[in-house]
């Protein structure tokens, strides 16, 4: 069965670059969210889409921004990127309830 | 979500022993739990979920027991097997809002075989 993808699964940046993450969802998921979750931590939300507009807002920084296609992939843009940043970064899509998580995009910042 | 820092709470057990993972949430008003298995360098997978209109729910291998009164979960699995060795994690959704899980602390399961 299709997962969520998500790409790239490990990026290295430098403090004060710019990084963009990507997902694609199930097919035919019309939800898309985005987590951040730090080493030894759970993982927060920070924004979600439903039908390429935005419907939810966590614990995102003004520094980053998020928006969905109308293929329904869905771009995380992180801007002035900070060492506190680094973090494991999921996508998870659903249909209804039931949410499905991709395997995450490890960011580094340097 | 809580923060949990850099320590989760461990759990070890055998291989063939019964686990117990609980977990305490924080809003009276939320009305969907979800349990989560995420294993190393992997996303959250869904295990199993409860509604606050029933106390306990069963799958395969795993119960969850919701006690509201205290607000309270627990996770239940059975045989344990080393390929249960995961950080196990629950999740709250509020009533009446959109269905964001909000995930809490998680705990470490090590199956020793």
């Known amino acids: 069965a299709a997962g969520v993808i998500q790409s790239p699964r490990h990026l290295i940046k430098e403090k004060r670059e710019t990084a963009t993450l990507k997902c694609y969802p199930i097919?035919?998921?019309?939800?898309v969210y985005w987590y951040q979750q730090g080493p030894g931590q759970d993982p927060q939300f920070l924004i979600s889409f439903y039908e390429k507009m935005q419907s939810d807002k966590g614990s995102i920084p003004d520094r980053f921004s998020a928006q969905q296609f109308s293929d329904y992939h869905s771009e995380l843009n992180m801007s002035s990127l900070e060492l506190g940043d680094s973090a494991l970064y999921f996508c998870?899509?659903?249909?209804?309830?039931?949410?499905?998580f991709g395997p995450g995009t490890r960011l580094t910042v340097l | 979500g809580e923060s949990v820092g850099l320590h989760l709470p461990t759990l070890s057990v055998q291989e063939g022993d019964n686990s117990i993972i609980n977990c305490a949430y924080s809003n009276s008003a939320s009305d969907y739990f979800i349990w989560y298995k995420q294993e190393s360098g992997k996303g959250p997978q869904f295990i199993i979920d409860?509604?606050?209109?029933?106390d306990k729910r069963q799958g395969q291998r795993v119960t969850v027991l919701l006690n509201k009164t205290v607000k309270h979960l627990s996770l239940q699995i059975a045989a344990t097997q080393p390929g249960d060795s995961a950080v196990y994690f629950c999740?709250?959704?509020?009533?009446?809002?959109?269905?964001?899980?909000?995930f809490g602390r998680g705990t470490s399961l090590i199956v020793h075989p």
């Open positions: 999740a709250e959704n509020m009533a009446g809002g959109s269905y964001i899980p909000t």
């Open positions: 409860i509604r606050s209109n029933m």
């Open positions: 097919p035919r998921h019309d939800t």
């Open positions: 998870a899509s659903s249909y209804l309830d039931e949410q499905f």
